[in-house]
């Protein structure tokens, strides 16, 4: 695996493969019939259909170059922060994923949630966490193909119960805390979780804290111990020992899963980790910095940066740039105003 830079719920991705995709190679056939009606229980299509409004035609995992947006929410009534009536969580992580076909490559691109975004279904711009709190994944969607001009096909979301649970699963993962913490668990309890430095076995609840925590460094260590995290999961999560407990596994993801890929979408998926190699990941950054908006903080993209990231998912997909520029066209636009704060 090339560094350690992968987003918090990124761990979905180890999980939906190593788990869906493993037991169809071999592990077990009670797995793979589990795996399969956990699949279907979990489908949820997008209102736009099973296609990109920025494709021309549908596209097949096992044949073509695709992206899959993983979205990590909190459903928690703690962390509902009193939205009105029919709106949803916000998203509290979000990765874009595309797959290379020919080349068997993956690009991942972690989406700061403040990103200060034109979100379509409101019609300007405001933090992209807030597009999910607007119109559920399909706003969010939405958004994150506006803002990087290139199309998402399949989505993975994953309430952040399911991080705490399969972990939990897994008899916790080692991990080498930075340093001594003492934090909160995910119903809110304060000080309720105390870790000291160094490598250990941590909980789900714990991890969750160690990845959450925003009050002993940066936002950018915070991503970096985030994406580390994840690499934890996906090593516990490949090894011999954890094979018996992936029917508690996949029974938590499919509690907290929804995805609008098919059980054998998921498994076309399967060349790309059982490469010599493993998975291998080219991550990338959007660069640019924090600033105030109205008294509202925001991360303002730097727009090179993200002209780049634009440049090379768009190659990695082999979609053809097109004319939009909408990232950057809300400046004449209404502004956030009206955005949940």
Do not use: C
């Not at 595309?98 to 691109?109: A, C, G, P, Q, V």
């Not at 403040?114 to 711009?125: A, F, K, L």
């Not at 699963?169 to 934090?183: C, D, I, R, S, W």
Request: glycine residues 8%; aromatic residues 10%; proline residues 2%.
């Amino acid at each position: 695996m090339k560094g350690s830079k992968l987003k918090i719920f990124l761990w979905s991705f180890g999980a939906v493969l190593l788990i869906f995709v493993g037991a169809t190679v071999g592990y077990a056939a009670f797995l793979t019939d589990k795996a399969r009606e956990v699949a279907k229980e979990s489908h949820d299509t997008l209102e736009r259909g099973g296609k990109s409004d920025m494709r021309t035609e549908s596209v097949q995992p096992e044949f073509d170059n695709t992206s899959i947006l993983f979205i990590g929410v909190d459903d928690s009534k703690t962390r509902s922060n009193g939205n009105p009536a029919g709106h949803t969580s916000r998203s509290d992580a979000l990765v874009l994923a595309t797959f290379n076909d020919e080349e068997k490559s993956i690009k991942l691109l972690s989406i700061p949630r403040d990103s200060y975004v034109y979100i379509p279904e409101v019609g300007y711009r405001d933090k992209i966490t807030h597009a999910h709190a607007f119109g559920g994944t399909d706003a969010t969607v939405k958004t994150v193909e506006n803002f990087l001009d290139v199309p998402v096909d399949y989505y993975v979301r994953l309430n952040f119960n399911s991080f705490i649970e399969v972990i939990n699963a897994l008899g916790g993962v080692k991990f080498n805390v930075p340093f001594a913490l003492t934090e909160q668990n995910s119903k809110d309890t304060e000080g309720s979780i105390h870790l000291e430095e160094g490598l250990q076995t941590v909980s789900g609840e714990e991890a969750l804290a160690l990845v959450r925590s925003r009050q002993y460094d940066s936002d950018l260590a915070r991503g970096e111990r985030q994406m580390q995290m994840i690499e934890a999961i996906i090593d516990k999560a490949s090894q011999a020992g954890s094979i018996t407990n992936y029917s508690k596994v996949i029974e938590s993801i499919g509690n907290n899963l929804k995805t609008n890929l098919t059980f054998s979408e998921m498994t076309a998926y399967k060349d790309y980790v059982l490469q010599q190699d493993g998975l291998d990941f080219d991550e990338m950054q959007l660069n640019g910095k924090g600033t105030y908006i109205d008294g509202v903080w925001y991360y303002k993209v730097n727009q090179t940066s993200l002209l780049n990231v634009q440049n090379s998912l768009q190659a990695h997909l082999g979609v053809n740039q097109s004319s939009n520029n909408n990232a950057f066209a809300g400046d004449d636009r209404e502004d956030s105003s009206n955005s949940i704060r």
